[in-house]
C-alpha cells in the first residue's frame, strides 16, 4: 500500500456513518415534533365530542317540541320519544318513533331531561360532560340546550 493510503481508508471509514451524538439529536427532534402532533389531536376528538353533543342536544329538542304539537304536551321522559307512552293516543304516535334510540352525548352517555312545570321554560334538556357528573369544567363541564 502506498504511503497515506491507510490512513485515508481509515478517515473514509470514520464518516461513511452516524455518531451516537447525531443520532440521540434526530431522536429527539422527533420525539418533539411528535409531541406536538400529539398535543393538537387530542385536543381535537373533545372539541367534536363538544359539537358533537350540541348538534344532539338541538335535534333531541326539536323532536320534543314536535312530541308536543302532537300530543298537547311534553314527554315525561326521553325514552317516550323512542316507544309510545300509555298516556298518548297510538294513532298520533308515529311507527318508527320520534328517536331511534336514547340519546346519548359524544362521551357516551346518556342525555339529561327534565320536564319542568315553567311556560318559559317547559324542559331541561343537558349533557353532563366528559365525566359524566354534573357540574365541573372544560370538558367535564355540563352542556344545556
Do not use: C
Not at 400529539?38 to 353533543?53: E, L, N, P, S, Y
Not at 304539537?69 to 307512552?85: E, F
Not at 319542568?116 to 365541573?136: C, D, I, M, R, V
Request: hydrophobic fraction near 35%; aromatic fraction near 8%; charged fraction near 25%.
Amino acid at each position: 500500500m502506498r504511503p497515506g493510503a491507510r490512513e485515508r481508508n481509515m478517515n473514509a471509514t470514520r464518516r461513511s456513518g452516524f455518531t451516537l451524538v447525531e443520532i440521540m439529536v434526530v431522536v429527539v427532534i422527533i420525539g418533539i415534533l411528535a409531541t406536538i402532533f400529539i398535543a393538537r389531536v387530542m385536543g381535537q376528538g373533545d372539541k367534536a365530542r363538544v359539537r358533537m353533543t350540541k348538534a344532539l342536544l338541538t335535534q333531541t329538542a326539536s323532536q320534543l317540541d314536535i312530541f308536543k304539537l302532537d300530543h298537547s304536551r311534553y314527554p315525561d321522559s326521553l325514552d317516550d320519544l323512542v316507544v309510545a307512552p300509555n298516556y298518548v293516543k297510538p294513532e298520533n304516535y308515529p311507527p318508527e318513533g320520534y328517536l331511534k334510540e336514547h340519546p346519548v352525548d359524544g362521551w357516551g352517555h346518556k342525555l339529561v331531561y327534565r320536564r319542568l312545570s315553567s311556560a318559559t321554560k317547559p324542559f331541561e334538556l343537558l349533557s353532563y360532560g366528559a365525566n359524566g357528573e354534573q357540574g365541573g369544567e372544560g370538558y367535564d363541564a355540563d352542556i344545556s340546550y
